[in-house]
């Protein structure tokens, strides 16, 4: 689940597991949002609630996505629009008329499981790359481990600092990597951490 609180704004995004049948969705009838126009109303989608209170309007819609879609650190809000990750799909939404503003595919290898608002642009947190997409949302570098960024034990394979991006692949091994994709530091699973 995602929460986003900012002065009388709260939006909760959160995957709906509960909704087996997303083909009773109807649209016009009920508000849906598909990541993209491939993306059909069945069974293998991932359905993500969105709720959003805004003093005292209440609005609520369903976004479709792929499968893999994850709902943990999958939006960003700026001003009225809200970003929204849903895997391989960025949708940016107006929150005040829940319209679909803009939408971009990103044409990678892996699943993404964040999406992060820096000065310059957006990191994405992916399967296999860390990804910096500029404020058009283009490219503009990735940055790949030794393989998938997740973790086998207690360390955390994603953490964004104040100047750096920390990272763990699943073999153990810890990248340290600067906002231009500069790695500042690599220790292999064999090597201490204080080296």
Not at 74 to 96: K, M, P
Not at 120 to 136: D, Q, S, V
């Amino acid at each position: 689940m995602t929460e986003i609180k900012t002065g009388s704004i709260s939006i909760v995004l959160k995957r709906d597991s509960a909704l087996s049948d997303v083909s009773s969705l109807t649209l016009g009838k009920d508000l849906v949002i598909k990541a993209s126009e491939s993306c059909q109303i069945s069974n293998l989608v991932a359905t993500i609630n969105v709720t959003i209170d805004n003093n005292s309007k209440h609005r609520r819609f369903v976004l479709i996505g792929n499968p893999y879609s994850s709902d943990e650190n999958c939006a960003v809000l700026e001003g009225e629009i809200l970003t929204v990750l849903l895997c391989w799909d960025i949708v940016r939404i107006n929150i005040n008329t829940c319209k679909v503003v803009a939408h971009y595919h990103l044409d990678h290898s892996g699943c993404n499981f964040g999406i992060f608002k820096i000065d310059r642009g957006y990191i994405i947190y992916g399967e296999l790359e860390i990804l910096l997409l500029n404020l058009n949302f283009q490219k503009e570098w990735s940055f790949s481990g030794q393989d998938i960024f997740v973790s086998n034990s207690e360390c955390i394979p994603f953490e964004i600092r104040q100047d750096r991006i920390c990272l763990f692949d699943i073999y153990g091994e810890y990248y340290e990597i600067d906002f231009n994709c500069k790695e500042i530091r690599h220790r292999k699973e064999s090597e201490s951490l204080t080296d």
